[in-house]
Every structure is written in C-alpha cells, then in structure tokens.
Nanobody, 125 residues
Framework: VQLQASGGGLVQTGGSLRLSCVAS??????????LGWFRQAPGKEREFVAH????????YYADAVKGRFTISRDNPKNTVYLQMDSLEPEDTAVYYC?????????????????WGQGTLVTVSS
C-alpha cells in the first residue's frame, strides 16, 4: 500500500489549508479501510489528529483540532482529505496519513500501518 500526501505549505495564523492523501496498492481496497491523519512537530512525538471510518459516516478528532479541522474521504478517488481552518502556529508540523489496520481505539498510533511520506504545514504568527 502506498500513500501520497500533499497540500501542505506556509500559511498565516487564522488561515486554511486542505491536505489530500491518495492511496494505491494492487490488493488494497480503499473503501474497506478506516484512515487517519497524524502530525509530528519538530522535537516532538507523532500525535493523532483525526480518524474517519471506512464509509465516512464516523469521525473522531483530537481535542486540539476539534472544531477547526474536518476529515473526509472520497472512496471512488481513493482519497482522504483534511480541511484545516483557523490555523495556529501550534499546528506547524509534518502531517501524515495512515491506514487503520487494527480494531482498537482510533486515536492510538499503534492501530495504524502504511504511512505516507508526510506533507509539511507551517503556520506563521
């Protein structure tokens, strides 16, 4: 399974960005899998951001982004999105998408596999 994230960049505080992540793989059925977004700031551990169920009907967010970020998916396009609004300098990080392969809590990083290469988001103050 390959994941290609894009959409990062430099934005001012209060601005918006939309990240995309396209999944591919010979035996990978995108619509059968839940997905997540994580981020890693410089000098910090990778942390959970958002999760979406296989059909898109259920979402879950980290408290730090709740109300500002929205995760969505387009199964025919094998793509998951992260709409980020009201960005803050604390949101500066490399953002990664991943496939949830286990059945435990959606916010637990060990539940995920097949990580993308990441896309850098920088929020200036």
């Amino acid at each position: 399974v390959q994941l290609q994230a894009s959409g990062g960049g430099l934005v001012q505080t209060g601005g918006s960005l939309r990240l995309s992540c396209v999944a591919s793989g010979r035996a990978f059925i995108f619509s059968n899998n839940a997905l997540g977004w994580f981020r890693q700031a410089p000098g910090k551990e990778r942390e959970f951001v958002a999760h979406i169920s296989w059909g898109g009907g259920s979402t879950y967010y980290a408290d730090a982004v709740k109300g500002r970020f929205t995760i969505s998916r387009d199964n025919p396009k094998n793509t998951v999105y992260l709409q980020m609004d009201s960005l803050e300098p604390e949101d500066t990080a490399v953002y990664y998408c991943a496939v949830k392969t286990l059945t435990g809590p959606p916010g637990r990083i060990s539940e995920y596999d097949y990580w993308g290469q990441g896309t850098l988001v920088t929020v200036s103050s």
